[in-house]
């Protein structure tokens, strides 16, 4: 009773830690422009004009609206200098937007002869709700998950860290080693993660090893299928700004798409698979590997799926625009969905290799008898 008190307590006052601390940061956020070098203007008020509508010559409609923003400077040389900047939205929002009074925005300054200061607008100031979201993520992570959710945040910051430091890395090499930068990042990726999340047990080394070897399948048996088809419909010029060659970019992409699809899967296959062990001891390495195939069967469908709509909301703006502008189905679907289909083909093959691949691993190298 008196250890049940305790743990409510430990977690009240996480609670009331989290709220404080995240309030405090969301608060800073709207009073950090003085960390900025580019100028920031607080708008205190605003005009709307008239609405005029627009047609373009596929018959698409848009509305633009005028504002007048009259704000203040908060930071740099012409702090507290009270200016009066012009606007102009549509109702799309698809290069523009809609600004309110508090906004406050990123403007380039601009001093005249005259000594007038005028400004023009660059873009939203936008760290408040990212700071916001961010705060709400690791405080329900903390407060629901604890520890565990602790060890989950710290293995997605490290791997933010080491993703950036190997696109720096890639960046310098001029993208000559874009695989082997990336499939070793990958490996790397797989291995903190399961040991930040796991712990070094056996279960995780099942579970890389499920999440490896998952993987180069994956890649391998879409090498394989580029290699006898000469990559016909294999449209890499859809992939826009790319700065160098675009084969091995698209690949080191795959790669790292489908080793989180398969990490996803091994991760719930053998960890239900070491908590049967536990309760039932005495199931054979058969009847351990049949049930990894009927627990694999079960989450493989819903997993493909999710990797389907999140290509599908991905690619979903592209494609109505290029709908929209007179583009068939067929010139739209290659210059914006082939590849993402061709990605989640990829995906769902190594999610559906992953099954018999964990189930026979966990069967034949889980301990006979699950501690708890």
Same mark, same amino acid.
């Given at each position: !009773?008196?250890?049940?008190?305790?743990?409510?307590?430990?977690?009240?006052? !996480?609670?009331?830690?989290?709220?404080?601390?995240?309030?405090?940061?969301?608060?800073?956020?709207?009073?950090?422009?003085?960390? *900025?070098?580019?100028?920031?203007?607080?708008?205190?008020?605003?005009?709307?004009?008239?609405?005029?509508?627009?047609?373009?010559?596929?018959?698409?409609?848009?509305?633009?609206?005028?504002?007048?923003?009259?704000?203040?400077?908060?930071?740099?040389?012409?702090?507290?200098?009270?200016?009066?900047?012009?606007?102009?939205?549509?109702?799309?929002?698809?290069?523009?937007?809609?600004?309110?009074?508090?906004?406050?925005?990123?403007?380039?300054?601009? $001093?005249?002869?005259?000594?007038?200061?005028?400004?023009?607008?660059?873009?939203?100031?936008?760290?408040?709700? @990212?700071?916001?979201?961010?705060?709400?993520?690791?405080?329900?992570? @903390?407060?629901?998950?604890?520890?565990?959710?602790?060890?989950?945040?710290?293995?997605?910051?490290?791997?933010?860290?080491?993703?950036?430091?190997?696109?720096?890395?890639?960046?310098?090499?001029?993208? /000559?080693?874009?695989?082997?930068?990336?499939?070793?990042?990958?490996?790397?990726?797989? #291995?903190?993660?399961?040991?930040?999340?796991?712990? /070094?047990?056996?279960?995780?080394?099942?579970?890389?090893?499920?999440?490896?070897?998952?993987?180069?399948?994956?890649?391998?048996?879409?090498?394989?299928?580029?290699?006898?088809?000469?990559?016909?419909?294999?449209?890499? +010029?859809?992939?826009? *700004?790319?700065?160098?060659?675009?084969?091995?970019?698209?690949?080191? +992409? #795959?790669?790292?798409?489908?080793?989180?699809?398969?990490?996803?899967?091994?991760?719930?296959?053998?960890?239900?698979?070491?908590?049967?062990?536990?309760? $039932?001891?005495?199931?054979?390495?058969?009847?351990?590997?049949?049930?990894?195939?009927?627990?694999?069967?079960?989450?493989?469908?819903?997993?493909?799926?999710?990797?389907?709509?999140?290509?599908?909301?991905? =690619?979903?703006?592209?494609?109505?625009? *290029?709908?929209?502008?007179?583009?068939?189905?067929? *010139? =739209?679907?290659?210059?914006?969905?082939?590849?993402?289909?061709?990605?989640?083909?990829?995906?769902?093959?190594?999610?559906?290799?992953?099954?018999?691949?964990?189930?026979?691993?966990?069967?034949?190298? !889980?301990?006979?008898?699950?501690?708890?």
């Amino acid at each position: !009773m008196q250890d049940l008190r305790k743990k409510r307590k430990v977690t009240l006052t !996480m609670w009331l830690l989290a709220i404080v601390v995240g309030g405090l940061l969301v608060w800073g956020t709207q009073h950090n422009a003085g960390l *900025y070098q580019d100028p920031i203007m607080q708008v205190t008020s605003v005009q709307t004009g008239q609405t005029s509508q627009e047609e373009d010559d596929f018959h698409n409609v848009d509305r633009q609206t005028q504002q007048v923003l009259h704000g203040r400077i908060l930071n740099g040389q012409y702090k507290g200098q009270r200016l009066t900047v012009t606007n102009t939205y549509s109702l799309s929002g698809a290069m523009d937007q809609h600004y309110h009074q508090g906004s406050q925005l990123f403007v380039n300054l601009h $001093r005249h002869q005259a000594g007038q200061l005028t400004a023009t607008v660059k873009d939203a100031k936008r760290d408040g709700p @990212l700071v916001l979201m961010l705060w709400l993520v690791i405080g329900l992570l @903390l407060l629901i998950m604890q520890f565990s959710g602790f060890m989950a945040f710290l293995s997605v910051a490290v791997n933010g860290v080491l993703f950036l430091m190997a696109i720096m890395l890639n960046g310098s090499t001029q993208g /000559a080693r874009v695989l082997w930068i990336f499939g070793s990042l990958a490996v790397v990726f797989a #291995t903190l993660t399961l040991w930040l999340v796991l712990g /070094a047990n056996r279960q995780m080394v099942i579970t890389l090893a499920t999440t490896l070897g998952g993987t180069a399948l994956s890649i391998i048996v879409a090498l394989l299928v580029f290699h006898f088809t000469h990559e016909k419909g294999m449209y890499y +010029e859809s992939m826009q *700004y790319v700065t160098q060659l675009p084969r091995p970019l698209f690949l080191a +992409e #795959t790669l790292l798409g489908s080793l989180g699809a398969v990490m996803d899967e091994s991760t719930d296959i053998i960890s239900s698979l070491f908590a049967l062990k536990r309760e $039932r001891p005495e199931l054979s390495a058969g009847q351990v590997f049949k049930s990894g195939r009927q627990i694999g069967s079960t989450i493989m469908g819903p997993l493909i799926n999710v990797l389907f709509f999140i290509f599908v909301a991905d =690619t979903f703006p592209m494609v109505m625009l *290029y709908l929209k502008n007179g583009n068939s189905w067929g *010139y =739209t679907f290659s210059m914006n969905m082939s590849m993402g289909v061709v990605q989640s083909l990829i995906s769902g093959i190594g999610i559906v290799l992953a099954v018999p691949l964990a189930s026979y691993l966990a069967s034949r190298f !889980m301990e006979k008898k699950v501690r708890v």
